[in-house]
């Protein structure tokens, strides 16, 4: 279960907020401050912070900044009603991953949880190594003899898959439901062309992307 540290000072509001997110199959933990909260953070090592930025004591900025300094991996989302570019710019600096002004929809709120789990494939330290290629996912990209290949995010979502499964068949219906969320003509049409991007991505001879008629792929590496 993904872990959340909420950190507000608006304890009614936060509370309504914790309620909701915890409906969705997190494990939210709440604290009222940036003091609080950061302590709670070194303690629990959450997944995600939803940070205030007006609070007594550290504020979230401040909070943000002390966790950056040693923690690259945590999501972080200010939510805030100082929208002013300035704020907002600053925010972003402190390698913030949203910034979402209030008033929100918590709807739209868990949409953004929901999708920046499922975007962040992987830990930050895992790599594959496909024949001569190093493919890692977080950064998508694929290296071949020192040049480095980016990759967008369909496509390092869907050679994941591939290495992943390395020589097994992978249903193409798998690969659409899991990239784009269903198995439609378009979004099949689609993945025929990431597919040919891959394969061009792929510059090593020794690694190639088999197609199956009517059945999947096949991600065919030296053994």
Do not use: C
Not at 47 to 56: A, E, G, Q, S, T
Not at 134 to 139: D, H, K, M, T
Not at 185 to 190: E, G, H, Q, R, V
Not at 193 to 207: E, N
């Amino acid at each position: 279960m993904k872990k959340i540290l909420l950190v507000d000072d608006d304890i009614k509001n936060s509370m309504l907020l914790k309620r909701f997110i915890e409906m969705e199959g997190y494990d939210v933990t709440y604290a009222p401050d940036g003091t609080a909260g950061y302590k709670l953070y070194k303690e629990i090592h959450p997944d995600l912070i939803l940070l205030d930025i007006n609070m007594p004591g550290m504020n979230g900025f401040e909070m943000a900044k002390a966790i950056r300094e040693a923690d690259k991996r945590v999501i972080i989302f200010f939510l805030t009603d100082r929208t002013d570019k300035v704020d907002r710019l600053y925010g972003f600096s402190l390698k913030g991953n949203d910034y979402i002004p209030k008033p929100f929809y918590p709807e739209e709120l868990i949409a953004k949880i929901n999708e920046r789990f499922e975007s962040d494939l992987i830990s930050r330290d895992e790599e594959y190594r496909l024949g001569n290629t190093i493919f890692r996912p977080n950064l998508s990209t694929v290296v071949y003899n020192g040049e480095s290949h980016s990759l967008s995010v369909r496509q390092s979502e869907i050679l994941l898959i591939l290495a992943r499964n390395a020589g097994k068949i992978v249903e193409r219906d798998h690969i659409l439901n899991a990239v784009w969320g269903d198995a439609s003509y378009s979004n099949s049409l689609a993945l025929n062309v990431q597919i040919t991007y891959l394969r061009k991505l792929l510059p090593d001879p020794t690694v190639t992307i088999t197609s199956l008629k009517k059945k999947g792929y096949i991600l065919v590496i030296p053994q």
